[in-house]
């Protein structure tokens, strides 16, 4: 454990990133490990990163891996607990070196479609039956001669022959690849992208053309027979392929063939004897000691056990680089919030503490690492006390630790948590970990009968749940959800209430209020004192009766129980206009409906219709769904003064066409004035109406997505003359007016840079033309570029400039040139917005931080800023406030 002075620098951290990894690449003895702060298991490590840089094509590519699980490591330490459980439920060891049990990895795929496989493969069984009967009852006229033509028994109408009569199986994993064996045979090329597959074309099979697969059954032009047997024959099929093609493509067949493709590749239950060698199902596996060359091999597949064995590598030197790192933040004296949180769990005993992970028995470790699914229990406490058995430091050092959390739990007599759907499973478990039992003194009162003792409240909203991305999912809203009403249906059978706190059919209002009258307000307090306070009686509200004439839909005994639990669902909307409510209850039905789940799981969340508490009187809201179409393309103008129209211009994406929907929208609601949109029916546009009053620009906000688009759509809205600012608007030191700033930061760490010089000519700082740019360039430099700068000044004010920045430069002033530069020259003249105002400031400013860091070196400071610019996206960001009235 290293203490910190301050949080780790927000463009510092990356740079961090890359070193931990620059250091775990040169790392070549067991010395070099310990020294650079690689905690255990040093050996292993060196083995696993060598390993990856063969497995993974080099040290480059295994850097890329490295540094993405780096940037997400609590989604690798949850993955890690998943797998970690997982595998102690089959009853196999975890210890980094054994190879996982291909069960594991085979349960995950079929975990999606584990209550759909059985009925859908039996289905699929059926009808596959019926199609070979079909054909084997005419096998003179089809099955032989196309066995015949295409010269080999290894076809796909054997193919499925062998699927239907003897590889099929009971066992949910085998069906699933057994599907998608049914699927390589049936289709040619295997659609991922959401369209339909082609199954069965016209009731066949597909041609060898392009597999080099033949169909085994002769197409029904070359068929003997008259025509009309041919076509009751083919019609027949036809029904049967369309069958089975519409269960291929429905969402649920779409999601058995990928879980069933990647079970396939993975580990292969059925072998066909009639897929030809050459066939691209037909794949090789690769071990886990690796071929020196893949020549004649043909195409490959990669086996479990060289799966296993990549994944237990990366976990091993993903562990490594995170202390490699913790040792680089503790040199230089920061911490972040990764380190933050594993204090907190080390001091609440949510895994085994860091600073005795290594004195402590291996067996006391493991229990303490393995917290369970009710992380406000103490059991593994319990177990780590048990195992550490004689070992008296040990048991003396947890027991007081366990002391410590018992005495912080008893500051906390309620938790109230808004927001609760951005929580992810660590914050999960550290505030569970606060939940459980305290320590009790003399003469307090017995634990309460569930399992942790203070109030839990949790608000939130698991529609609005979009910090994925920190793992913030709603399943685990759903956990909590579910604990607490756990927690209350325990509860119900406590004794100890006080008279006619609790009835049957309401739920209590918790806030006591004074005994003074009408005029009484809530009681309130900012310490427990030993009195009693007089207050009115506890109200007392419905948990739903009397829901039935105002929303139907929100009574009914299940409701009313869950609420009796702890679950408060909302029913009513008071901030919206109820034409909007409606319009938006709709929208939430279709967006969360379960036919777009192509995974289903609990991480779904569902569509909450709401009554509108406003009376429908109110003057309605309005809502515009602004639709990008593309026009007919016109031949654009030569004329260079005419700008482009997006929407005839062929080259113009949709969201090109959105954002000047959004643009020419809100130029006429900011200056009052009418609009027209197209009909579609009347295929002609209608006007709309102007609103009332302008709406004014700093009353409008606009939400996207992503910030990939934000600068077209800015450059849009500032062509129409609407003051625009955003948060952010990419990297920093990519946006333009960062550039001259760059340029003239190069030339002074570097006085002889060329790429320097020339950067700042032709620079806003300087404005030189191309003419002024060449006649410089041609010259020798005979002092230094400072004085051949000012020698081929376009003019004497520029001139000047150049003066007085080359003279700062000579007296060592570096932050007074760049002072220059901002106040003096054209540069914010040239981009007079306040967001570059703003990005040059935090430029300036992010020079000022790595100054101090640095010593206030040019050359120095302007490395480290390369290294930033060469982060593109994960460097520094550019963020701006906004400023009134935009």
């Known amino acids: 454990v290293h203490p910190s002075r301050e949080q780790i620098a927000q463009e510092r951290a990356p740079l961090l990133v890359e070193e931990a990894l620059h250091s775990a690449w040169r790392i070549r003895t067991v010395g070099d490990a310990q020294e650079a702060g690689v905690m255990g298991y040093v050996n292993s490590f060196i083995e696993a990163r060598n390993r990856l840089t063969v497995a993974l094509g080099g040290q480059e590519q295994a850097s890329v891996v490295l540094s993405g699980l780096l940037n997400k490591s609590l989604f690798v330490e949850e993955s890690k607990r998943a797998i970690e459980g997982h595998t102690h439920r089959l009853h196999a060891p975890f210890d980094g070196e054994t190879q996982l049990p291909e069960q594991l990895f085979l349960e995950m795929f079929l975990q999606p479609i584990a209550e759909d496989i059985d009925a859908f493969a039996l289905e699929m069984h059926g009808l596959l039956n019926e199609y070979i009967d079909h054909f084997l009852q005419h096998s003179a006229s089809y099955v032989m001669p196309g066995e015949a033509l295409a010269n080999t028994n290894e076809t796909r109408f054997n193919h499925l022959l062998h699927l239907a009569r003897h590889a099929f199986d009971a066992d949910p994993l085998h069906r699933m690849q057994w599907v998608w064996n049914l699927a390589i045979a049936a289709g040619g090329k295997i659609k991922t992208d959401g369209t339909a597959t082609t199954f069965f074309p016209n009731g066949a099979l597909p041609p060898a053309r392009n597999s080099g697969w033949h169909p085994g059954l002769l197409p029904k032009s070359k068929a003997k027979g008259t025509k009309a047997e041919k076509d009751a024959i083919n019609a027949q099929a036809k029904s049967l392929g369309t069958d089975m093609a519409t269960l291929l493509n429905s969402q649920t067949g779409r999601l058995v063939c990928l879980m069933g493709r990647c079970a396939s590749l993975f580990s292969p239950t059925i072998e066909s004897p009639y897929l030809p060698e050459d066939c691209i199902y037909n794949l090789t596996e690769l071990e886990v000691e690796l071929p020196e060359s893949l020549e004649g091999v043909g195409k490959i597949r990669v086996g479990p056990a060289l799966q296993s064995r990549v994944l237990l590598d990366l976990l091993r030197v993903h562990e490594a680089c995170k202390d490699i790192l913790t040792q680089l933040k503790a040199h230089e004296g920061v911490h972040d919030f990764a380190d933050i949180q594993n204090l907190a769990a080390d001091l609440l005993l949510a895994r085994c503490p860091d600073m005795v992970r290594f004195d402590y028995p291996a067996p006391v470790v493991d229990a303490l690492d393995s917290l369970g699914d009710e992380p406000w229990t103490d059991h593994h406490i319990s177990r780590a006390l048990t195992l550490a058995g004689d070992d008296e430091a040990c048991v003396a050092d947890l027991q007081r630790r366990f002391h410590i959390l018992q005495t912080l739990r008893r500051q906390y007599r309620a938790f109230i948590i808004d927001e609760y759907q951005d929580t992810n499973p660590a914050h999960f478990r550290l505030l569970a970990r606060l939940w459980g039992h305290r320590s009790l003194q003399h ?25 994925r991305f920190r793992q913030a999912e709603v399943s685990v809203m759903r956990r909590a959800v579910a604990a607490i009403m756990m927690a209350n249906e325990i509860e119900l059978s406590e004794t100890r209430w006080p008279a006619d706190v609790r009835r049957e059919g309401y739920g209590r209002d918790p806030r006591p209020i004074g005994a003074g009258g009408e005029t009484s307000a809530f009681i309130s307090a900012d310490a427990l004192e030993p009195y009693e306070t007089t207050s009115q009686a506890w109200r007392h509200v419905s948990l739903g009766e009397d829901l039935d004439d105002y929303a139907p839909e929100f009574s009914g005994n299940e409701r009313q129980r869950a609420r009796g639990l702890g679950l408060i669902d909302l029913t009513s909307n008071y901030r919206t206009k109820p034409n909007l409510l409606h319009t938006m209850n709709g929208i939430f039905r279709d967006v969360f409906n379960p036919r777009h789940h192509l995974l289903p799981g609990n991480w779904h969340a569902s569509a909450q219709d709401l009554v509108a508490g406003r009376g429908e009187e109110d003057a309605p809201g309005v809502i515009e769904w602004l639709m990008p179409l593309a026009a007919e393309e016109r031949e654009r103008s030569q004329d260079l003064l005419v700008p482009v129209d997006a929407f005839s211009n062929p080259k113009s994406k949709d969201v090109h066409l959105e954002h000047e929907l959004i643009a020419s929208r809100l130029s006429a609601l900011l200056a009052g004035q009418p609009t027209r949109v197209w009909s ?18 700093a009353d409008v906000m606009i939400l996207v997505h992503s910030r990939t688009h934000v600068p077209d759509l800015i450059r849009r809205l500032q062509a129409r003359g609407i003051p625009v600012v955003a948060d952010r608007q990419g990297s920093l030191l990519g946006r333009p007016i960062v550039q001259p700033l760059m340029a003239t930061l190069n030339l002074i760490a570097n006085p002889d840079s060329r790429a320097g010089a020339l950067g700042l000519a032709r620079s806003p700082v300087l404005g030189f033309s191309d003419a002024h740019v060449q006649t410089m360039m041609d010259q020798p430099v005979e002092v230094d570029w400072w004085h051949h700068l000012q020698a081929h000044a376009p003019n004497p004010t520029v001139a000047s400039l150049i003066a007085h920045l080359g003279g700062l430069v000579r007296q060592g002033a570096l932050y007074e040139v760049l002072d220059a530069v901002l106040d003096h020259s054209d540069l914010l003249v040239a981009f007079p917005e306040d967001a570059d105002r703003q990005n040059a400031e935090a430029w300036y400013a992010l020079a000022a931080s790595i100054g101090n860091e640095l010593g206030h070196e040019a050359a120095a400071i302007h490395e480290r800023m390369g290294e930033l610019q060469r982060l593109k996206h994960k460097g520094p960001p550019a963020t701006t406030v906004p400023a009134g009235g935009a």
């Not at 709309?688 to 302008?694: K, L, N, T």
């Open 680 to 697: 579609a029916s009347s295929r002609t546009y209608e006007p709309v109406d102007a609103q009332e009053a302008p709406v004014d620009a």
């Open 443 to 467: 003469g307090e009162p017995e634990r309460p009968l569930g399992p942790w003792d203070p109030t839990v409240c949790i608000v939130g909203d698991m529609k609005q749940s979009i910090y």
